[in-house]
């Protein structure tokens, strides 16, 4: 599975490189500050997943790299934002500086303006796929990023700050802010593929345990895990009076409800055969991984 | 003219608060803060012109109110942006506090981008036109709002303060800043109605010519008109060593660039008939109007 997903990394990183270099930037600062985010490495797990939904319809995933790129644009724009002084204000990001330490504020917020507005237009550039198809795509990821999804879960998530919430506000939290996105990715692969209803069915209710999945082992890793394998300080959701999946239950039953989540995620794969089988490792790995 | 452009102004009102209406946004005060800004009034002249170019081509242009949503929400999330701290830092916009004065920098960004994101939802809620049509509208306005032209423009505004700048460079900002958007607006609208290439084409003309008279008309406003009919104060240009049409030639100069840019605008519209004569009054008024 690691080498099925090295490979594809590789192909997204030059995929996305690609894709800016057809967008006509109007000044080079802003190109070089898109770049610096959207090229600074990362998972880049919503383009695998999207391919991996196309696979498990019985596509070529690799077909889809524009679509899945537009999902690393969305994605490092809310990174680029969420780092801002006046959002969590982070210094470092993967262990570099964040966009607006190296470009300044105003460049940072725009070059995360541009980074949403151009995976719209990505998702155009995608070949081989009926106008209907597109659409729907176009509907997934901006109902999935906007204030039905992601930004919305943002905000939950700032306003949540400095007070002890319940389990349903954090899940409600983590739907919006990275669930959203996931479930785009999933649902567009499969959308893209040409799946049946009970196969996008299938792929978000996967979508929708994979994220709690993933989200839980994150409020793990910031207690147990290594600042060198995260590219990031550990402790920051204590430091920042932050209700997370292990302050709200402990981290042993924490580690139970992800490898519970990742267990769902893996069966309801079942209506597949064997080309789920990436997803269904991909499901086990992230409740095991280091960073 | 300013019968139906007020008509208009009113379905415009009542179609944006009800795009806002259908849209399940997570978190109230998010609602709250995308609300303050996109019904603060102003002149709509983006919906407007999308469908007086539908009208121009023979179609009813209120029935493509939606994309006439989108591109108004387009325009407030880049007026929330440029309002904030790290760009123009303004408090007040049309008389009223500025979106981060009343919700603060987080959620004003945030609103922002739901803004955006928001705008590309609404365009697939357009009825009755074929999925082609969407597509392009969709592409239009994502390579219009992008760096390819308003946030692009905006980049380099910011970095041509503080220096005196070309003629050349002086329209380069503001074909990407104002113009682009202007653009889109036309363009989608006379997609939507099915225009011809030709008409197409005039449109996109037009586009450009009355986008410049525009542009020319607010640096003059900005020397010679009053702070109440504006809304904000004058003379900002000059405190903020911004190079204008103004400054770069002078004030008659500018005037005279300005009727000549609206009569140009109306003569590309003589492939129309009396089906533009809300385009042609439009160029005319726009080079006359106090705010």
Chains 1, 2 share one sequence.
């Not at 644009?73 to 330490?101: C, E, Q, V, W």
Request: proline share 1%.
């Amino acid at each position: 599975m690691k080498e099925l997903w090295k490979a594809r990394q590789a192909l997204v990183e030059h995929a996305l490189e690609e894709e800016l270099a057809k967008t006509d930037v109007l000044d080079a600062q802003l190109r070089a500050s898109m770049t610096y985010s959207l090229m600074a490495g990362g998972k880049r797990l919503r383009p695998i997943l999207l391919m991996a939904a196309a696979d498990a319809v019985g596509e070529d995933g690799t077909r889809f790299l524009p679509a899945a790129c537009a999902l690393e644009m969305i994605h490092t724009y809310s990174l680029i934002h969420d780092d801002l002084p006046a959002m969590d204000n982070d210094d470092y990001r993967r262990g570099k500086l964040t966009n607006h330490k190296v470009y300044g504020d105003g460049i940072a917020i725009l070059a995360g303006d541009a980074l949403l507005t151009l995976a719209f237009s990505v998702i155009l550039r995608q070949q081989d796929v009926s106008s209907d198809a597109l659409l729907r795509v176009v509907e997934e990821v901006s109902c999935a990023a906007g204030a039905e999804g992601m930004v919305g879960g943002q905000v939950l998530d700032i306003r949540a700050e400095n007070r002890t919430i319940s389990m349903e506000e954090l899940r409600r939290i983590h739907m919006g802010k990275t669930g959203a996105l996931f479930r785009a990715a999933l649902r567009s692969g499969a959308i893209l593929a040409g799946a049946t209803e009970e196969q996008l069915t299938a792929l978000t209710s996967y979508a929708d345990h994979f994220g709690l999945a993933f989200q839980i082992t994150d409020d793990i890793l910031d207690v147990v895990g290594s600042a060198e394998d995260l590219g990031k300080p550990i402790g920051s959701d204590e430091k920042n009076h932050k209700s997370t999946y292990v302050t709200l239950t402990s981290l042993a039953e924490a580690q139970a409800l992800a490898r519970n989540a990742a267990d769902e995620a893996t069966a309801v794969l079942d209506v597949f055969g064997a080309q789920a089988s990436f997803l269904r490792d991909l499901a086990a790995y992230i409740v095991n991984r280091k960073q």
